[in-house]
């Protein structure tokens, strides 16, 4: 099906913001088989919005437009829709009750702006948004499909996860079956080299592959008339890509390290603490994103200082003096020390320059020590591995963190299953 | 000068590339007074790139293409060029021995595919590239301009600054300045309200605002012949803003919340720590996310259990089991018990039902109790607050760990600045 993305907001074409909308759109839609005839990024005009409209509505089946749905003045892509179809806009009862529900729920009143976001034009449905307060909006327009959603990332992920793909998966008269591989701990391109000939464009399943957070995504997508040889031949290439990358799968349902460290947890019964400088809260927060992770996660410190590291995980100060904070020595006491705080399992810890200072040629920006303490009966045990993580500040401590809850699961596979 | 910038590439239209080109090339077009009147991203494919400069060549005065200057098969900008120009490639002598050149630099020979990278279209000009093999070009088409650069982001600026920024401003009549103040604690619709007829499109300055992570950020852009008017004329502006939405005015240079509470901090010579339940490290994560955290947050703990709440910092059972953890005396006890264990002068609590679990109708899911404590002469004291946030767990989490960090910014602005 031809497709064209349309993005809209001053901010983007002052280069105020980055549009990663188009490409987050455009990766749903290419895992659905379409592949957008092209992107167009247009500012906070009426007339332009609308232009915009008509133009991909002229030469595609399906246009997903984001942004412009919000309760101000310069949020015009409503008017600009209701030009583009020539219908006015009408008010919809039930959005504005909705709307007013999720400022009731806030504990607040619904500003009289918020009115404008239950406007549509007329002959089009609006779309409830759970995650805020901008419906979005189907239309048609000749054969076009038109769907319109806030450009609130969360809001508009959502939302395409609701309306969006739903509505193109029933487009297709060939059934779709896909499946996601998640790898960690190679790069893009060794694992491309290692999946060779199996990406080749042509072939049907397709695979490819996607980078999310240091996470390496296979993707593979099966389509064939027949459902059961669309679902057999998926299965085939999904082993095929496991034979080739398998030292790096972490996950055959396409779950992130943290997510699928957490189910080992939940299922083999087992806890953890965490001990982090460098990361600063990172392991914790991106095992606490989990939902029910409070069942396996107790709890954790942050120890940036030294003086912390000391006083509240018990760290030698003459180790830290001789061998300075970021040095096995100083992960392996952290993670011991937090495991004899706690009535867990397990303990995580990190200690690094994630920079942009505090570099030294011994120590550059990027070393991190890591360090996971397991609970045994002869008291405890504890591994630590050295890293160099290249990139900046945010890049190396997000490397970090998931490269400890990797190391974890790891250690997690050691366990009798 | 009306101004258009194309992208290409496949990989930008698949979606496993975000267009960061479009975003900076704007901010540069947009520092010499020109908002771009659209971005468009077209695939690998000549003939639509080629539309796509005849299109944007017949609405501006300047095009801006990235991408496609590459020696494979599939970088097709230099045919493309031609097409819409109706011209034939030939070959640039120089431009070829600079490439040459190049890979001799390197130790290597150049290969056969790189002698593609010399073609231009007749009667335009090739543009050296110092940071790869890639020279871009410089046309025209009627009365518009057309600037091509490689689509390697540090390739791409080098290029703009050596070739684009110096021909624009030759060709600029209007000064333009531009000013971001960061407000949080109001929604985008509240904060509309108050600026009222500031936001009117008509005016100059131009007022707008636009939301990231929770924060709305009021961008204001002047634009005057005059280069002291218009900076003037910003100061004016800013200061009206300033006067409508003051009290939820974090920052008027754009920085966030965690930013700003971090600069304060270091300016007053404060250090913190912090006490998280439901937002597991999130508090620590965005402090330390900002380099030179260091030397304003000492650490933390992460108390997810009620047994680690209580081992950890001595929150008393009796306290947890009377209230429940999401609670006043809990959140006070968190905080008090955090600074107990430091030696610094604020601690932050959360604790609050992150969802989607464990909600009730007296505690719902996105019910959240931040505590701060402030070390005093007499000892300490703490202040709570009881917040509803809406939205999934990701979001109230978010929102949770935002509001903490300010509600400590409110606590720092009353010490003696």
Request: net charge neutral; proline share 4%.
């Given at each position: 099906m031809k497709t064209v993305i349309l993005s809209s907001g001053d901010e983007l074409?002052?280069?105020q913001k980055v549009d990663t909308n188009s490409a987050w759109i455009s990766d749903q839609l290419v895992a659905c088989g379409n592949m957008p005839l092209?992107?167009?990024?247009?500012?906070?005009?009426?007339?332009?919005?609308?232009?915009a409209i008509t133009e991909a509505a002229e030469r595609a089946q399906l246009v997903v437009v984001t942004g412009g749905l919000g309760p101000t003045d310069d949020d015009l892509t409503r008017s600009a829709l209701a030009a583009a179809l020539g219908q006015p806009l009408v008010l919809d009862e039930g959005a504005l009750k909705e709307i007013q529900e999720f400022f009731r729920k806030m504990g607040r009143?619904?500003?009289?702006?918020?009115?404008?976001q239950a406007m549509h034009p007329a002959g089009t449905r609006m779309l409830p948004n759970p995650w805020g307060t901008a419906p979005g909006i189907e239309a048609e327009c000749h054969s076009c499909k038109i769907f319109v959603f806030p450009g609130v990332p969360r809001e508009m992920q959502g939302?395409?996860?609701?309306y969006l793909i739903p509505w193109l998966k029933l487009q297709s008269a060939l059934h779709l079956a896909t499946a996601s591989v998640t790898t960690y701990g190679a790069g893009e391109s060794t694992i491309a080299a290692a999946l060779g000939e199996l990406m080749?464009?042509?072939?049907?399943?397709?695979?490819?592959?996607t980078v999310t957070g240091g996470e390496v995504i296979v993707r593979i997508r099966s389509e064939f008339a027949d459902r059961e040889v669309a679902k057999a031949e998926l299965a085939r290439t999904v082993a095929l890509v496991q034979g080739r990358v398998g030292e790096w799968v972490v996950s055959l349902e396409g779950a992130s390290v943290s997510e699928t460290t957490c189910r080992?947890?939940?299922?083999?019964?087992?806890?953890?603490?965490?001990?982090?400088?460098?990361?600063?809260?990172?392991?914790?927060?991106?095992?606490?994103?989990?939902p029910g992770a409070s069942d396996v996660i107790?709890?954790?410190?942050?120890?940036?200082?030294?003086?912390?590291?000391?006083?509240?995980?018990?760290?030698?100060?003459?180790?830290?003096?001789?061998?300075?904070?970021?040095?096995?020595?100083?992960?392996?006491?952290?993670?011991l020390g937090a495991l004899l705080r706690s009535d867990v399992d397990y303990a995580v810890s990190t200690t690094g320059v994630a920079g942009p200072g505090g570099g030294s040629?011994?120590?550059?920006?990027?070393?991190?020590?890591?360090?996971?303490?397991?609970?045994?009966?002869?008291?405890?045990r504890v591994s630590c591995r050295k890293w160099y993580f290249p990139g900046d500040r945010e890049m190396i401590r997000m490397r970090a963190a998931k490269t400890a809850i990797n190391m974890l699961r790891m250690e997690l596979l050691k366990e009798p299953q």
């Open positions: 074409l002052l280069g092209y992107h167009k990024t247009v500012g906070d005009c009426s007339a332009d919005i609308a232009s009143e619904m500003p009289v702006q918020n009115r404008a939302m395409c996860e609701k080749c464009r042509e072939r049907n399943p397709t695979v490819g592959t080992m947890l939940l299922s083999l019964g087992k806890r953890i603490v965490t001990a982090e400088s460098c990361t600063g809260g990172l392991v914790a927060k991106m095992m606490t994103d989990i107790g709890g954790g410190w942050i120890v940036y200082s030294n003086k912390l590291k000391e006083s509240l995980l018990g760290v030698n100060p003459l180790v830290l003096l001789s061998n300075g904070a970021v040095s096995e020595a100083v992960a392996a006491e952290m993670a040629p011994e120590k550059p920006v990027g070393t991190v020590w890591i360090g996971v303490a397991v609970r045994s009966d002869a008291g405890a």
